[in-house]
């Protein structure tokens, strides 16, 4: 199975920030990888997937960069309404594997 | 409107059997492939299963294979996750989620729905 390594488990940042969050493949998962905001006590929502690709509606303020290994998500400046954890998901292979989340505070 | 509606959660002893089912509408149906993700109280997004629009491709997770049943019904409009010999660990919110790009991307949700194995 692919496992899927998130970096860092959590991080708090300034309204304005620039954020990022890495994503690691244990293999390589060509661009099959999805990006999800999770807000307490509701189901995900879907940022992006084939690794940079914005799904309809979703702020241009996110963007998701990589291919192979190696992939970020990164929101350009940050609202407190961003406020939640992120997870990353490959879908390049089943079964299919999520990392285990980044929760994102505002200082 | 896209619109994912889960159902069949509730409490169930361990050893036993339950049916989820999740009504879809506002696509349609038969074009996407379909899936089952599910977070255990205060932990992390795991998928479980998934099923290609023709049922031709199925995957499960590893936690799951042999006792997990993913099946669609396109006439329906249903897709449903028949879950046997459940285990305290099954414990989790389900999520129904469509497929989105041909491949296994997802991009609606469900609201989920709970499921608690407990003696």
């Keep these: ?107 | 409107e896209v619109q994912l509606v889960e159902s069949g959660g509730g409490l169930v002893q361990p050893g036993r059997s339950l049916r989820l089912s999740c009504a879809a509408s506002g696509f349609t149906f038969d074009d996407y492939a379909m899936h089952w993700v599910r977070q255990a109280p205060g932990k992390g997004l795991e998928w479980v299963s998934g099923i290609s629009w023709n049922s031709g491709s199925i995957g499960y997770a590893d936690s799951v294979r042999g006792r997990f049943t993913i099946t669609r019904d396109n006439a329906k409009n249903s897709l449903y996750l028949q879950m046997n010999s459940l285990r305290i660990e099954d414990t989790a919110l389900y999520y129904c989620a469509k497929g989105w790009d041909g491949y296994n991307s997802v991009d609606y949700w469900g609201q989920g729905i709970l499921i608690t194995v407990s003696s």
Aim: aromatic residues 10%; contains cysteine.
């Design chain 1, 1 to 107: 199975d692919i496992q899927m390594t998130q970096s860092p488990s959590s991080l708090s940042a300034s309204v304005g920030d620039r954020v990022t969050i890495t994503c690691r493949a244990s293999q390589d998962i060509r661009n099959f990888l999805a990006w999800f905001q999770q807000k307490p006590g509701k189901a995900p929502k879907s940022l992006i997937y084939a690794a940079s690709s914005l799904h309809s509606g979703v702020p241009s303020k996110f963007s998701g960069s990589g291919s192979g290994t190696d992939f970020t998500l990164t929101i350009s400046s940050l609202q407190p309404e961003d406020s939640a954890t992120y997870y990353c998901q490959q879908y390049n292979s089943y079964p299919l594997t999520f990392g285990g989340g980044t929760r994102v505070e505002i200082k």
